[in-house]
C-alpha cells in the first residue's frame, strides 16, 4: 500500500487505530490518518512533558494550531500540525470536536491524577471517546450517531487504562480513579511502586468486567460509511475479556485481533 506521510505516521504511532481507517471511504483516510496523528499528539503531551506544566503548554500548541486552521490563517510548519490543518479548512474535522479532544487531555495534567471515577469516565468519553466521536462525524455520523461512537471509543480507552497500569507505573503515573483504588484499599502510590499487585490485578479484573458489560448493552446503530469510528469496540471487547480473566494483552497485535477487526470493517458492522 502506498501511504502518504500522515498515513505512515498514523500507522507507526497507532496501528489500533490505523488498522480501523482502513475501512474508511477512500476520499475521507486522509483526514483520519490526521486525526489519529493528532491524537497521539495529545497522548504524549504528559509523557514526553517533564512536568505537568510542560505538559499544558504542549496541549496549548495544538489548541492554537487548530483554532489558527479555523480562523483561516497558515498552516503550522509541522507533520501532524499541516495535515490537521488541511482538514479542518476542508470541513472534514470539526475544530469544536478538536479542541474538546484538547481539553480533555489537561485532566492527565494534573497533580492528583483523577479523583473520581466519574472524572475517570468523563475523561475516557473525552479522550478515546473524543477520537471516535470526531471520526465518525468526519465520516457522515449524526450528532446522534457520534454519540454512540463516543460510547464505543470510551470502552476502547478503558482496555487501553488498564492495559498499561505498569507501563505508567514505571513513568511514575497512575491514570486509575482515586476513589475506586481506595475502595479496593489501594492508592495511586500503591499502584505506582507495586503495579504487579494481587489486589490491583483483581480491582483491574473488575474494572474490565465491568466495562465488558456496558460494552455489551452499548447502542451499535452507525452508518456503514462511519464504521472505521466504531471498529476499536471490536478490539476494546478482545482486550476486556483479556483483562478481566487476568490474562496480558499482548503487542503487538495478532492476527485474530487484526482477523476480527477486518472481519467486522467488511460487514459494515462494529
Known sequence: MNLSAIGAFARDHDPDRFLCALF???PARAAIF???AFNHELARAREAASNPIAALIRLQWWRDAVEEARAGRPARRHEVAAPLHAAIAAGTLDADALVAMVDAREAEAEEDGLATEQGFVAWLRGTAGGWSAAAGRALGATAEQAEVLRALGAAYGLAGALAS???HAAQGR????RDR????GLSAEAAIVAPAAAPLGALLREMAAEGL???AGARRDVPRAAVAAALPAVLARRDLARIAAG????RPRGLLDR???ALAGLRGRA
Do not use: N, Q
Not at 181 to 184: C, E, I, T
Not at 247 to 250: E, H, K, L
Open 24 to 26: 474508511a471511504p477512500a
Open 34 to 36: 490526521a486525526l489519529i
Open 165 to 167: 497500569v505498569a507501563p
Open 174 to 177: 497512575c491514570l486509575l480513579p
Open 181 to 184: 483504588l481506595a475502595a479496593a
Open 213 to 215: 458489560v456496558a460494552l
Open 247 to 250: 490474562r496480558a494483552v499482548a
Open 259 to 261: 482477523a476480527a477487526v
